[in-house]
């Protein structure tokens, strides 16, 4: 059982991963990243629903950061 649940959950986080690097680079808006990581199967198992607006928005906040602190800007 721990293989299976480990294999779904390293999927979601991949398809979840794709979808918030689409919205930090801004090729897809906030709503729009919310809806599809909202329609990921199983996405209850990585992150609560309620709360995926809130990530994507510090997952962007974040990566600014990190980047400015580099010397890139948005």
């Known amino acids: 059982m721990s293989r299976i649940k480990d294999y779904i959950v390293s999927s979601v ?3 979840v991963d794709k979808i918030i690097n689409q919205y930090i680079m801004n090729v ?3 709503k729009t990243a919310s809806d599809q990581i909202c ?3 199983n996405i209850e198992m990585v992150v609560e629903k309620h709360n995926v ?4 928005i510090e ?3 974040d990566y600014w950061k990190k980047a400015n602190k580099e ?3 948005q």
């Not at 607006?53 to 994507?56: A, C, F, N, R």
């Open 28 to 30: 897809i808006n906030l």
């Open 59 to 61: 997952e962007k906040s």
């Open 53 to 56: 607006e809130e990530m994507l």
């Open 71 to 73: 010397g890139r800007s």
């Open 13 to 15: 986080e991949k398809q």
């Open 39 to 41: 329609g990921v199967d």
